[in-house]
């Protein structure tokens, strides 16, 4: 049996880049707290809270004085800062370069007051701690849509400016441009920017052709990870002999029964090491591993 793990699969850059940041200071002895889980993946914040990273949310956040606190890779709105410099709370910013960029971009575009009509609409889950960042920039008045289907609801008669939240799929922004061009009045004006992030994007016709190479899939990834519900969503259209699993315990000796090749492959918040771990479990149950 050829048992392969993906290549392509685990942390992108802004993960790596955070959970970096927190090791290194927890290497100093630093105590340090992080605002939200530093990934969606419940067994890489158990290895990191071993260590001593204190993972907490907004209401403990504004209690905290003259403490150190890391910002994720999924950004913050400018509150948290400010709350920050109120409480004497030293940051360390983990915010992934993709996505401060575009807090920047949207800021400005709500800044420049241009129009007060203008519509600023950003792709994105309701309640994802990214979008919360970036709506954040426009002072809670950015309009989120989370599909294709949601796109009525604008107002077609006033300007919009069209973002994304950078870990939406490319397909779903594609088809909420076209539908606004068709509809939008002939007096307003849209403007769209494809804010998606390719190293999560190219991810999909990556899982899609892997998934297709095997006769099963292990799909590795946290409960709370969207990213990987969207990717496991991806796998299984392609073969639907696929599972979704947190780790290696959750693996079913019987789903090995007729396969001669699995696939192992996880989100953008599934660290290489848990896919390493499913493989040996594998390679157990098959008797193969010393």
Known sequence: MKIEIDSGSGFCFGVTRAINKAEEELANGSRLYC????????????????????TIDHDEYNQLRGEKVLLRAHGEPPCTY?????????IIDATCPVVLHLQERIKKEYDANDNPQKQIVIFGKNGHAEVLGLVGQTEGKAIVIESPEEVSKLDFGRDICLYSQTTKPLDGFRTIVEYIKEHIAPNATFRY???????????????????????????????????G??????????????????????ID??????????????????????????????????????
């Not at 804010?195 to 892997?210: D, K, L, S, W, Y």
């Not at 969207?230 to 780790?247: G, K, M, R, T």
């Not at 090491?273 to 008797?287: A, D, H, S, V, Y």
């Open 82 to 90: 400010e709350q920050a410099k109120k409480n004497k709370i030293e």
């Open 35 to 54: 605002l939200g889980d530093i990934v969606h993946n419940g067994k890489e914040c158990d290895r990191l809270k071993k260590m001593g990273l204190i």
């Open 253 to 290: 000796p019987a789903w090995l029964a007729n396969c001669s090749s699995i696939g192992i492959c996880g989100a953008t918040s599934t660290p290489k090491w848990l896919m390493e771990e499913c493989k040996i479990r594998i390679e157990k149950l098959l008797g193969r591993h010393e």
């Open 229 to 250: 519900r969207v990717l496991f969503n991806e796998c299984q259209s392609v073969n639907p002999n696929a599972h979704l699993i947190d780790d290696a315990s959750e």
């Open 193 to 227: 920017y494809d804010t998606i992030c390719r190293q999560v994007a190219n991810r999909m016709p990556h899982i899609r052709e892997f998934a297709s190479r095997h006769d099963m899939i292990l799909f590795v990834c946290g409960k709370k990870s969207s990213n």
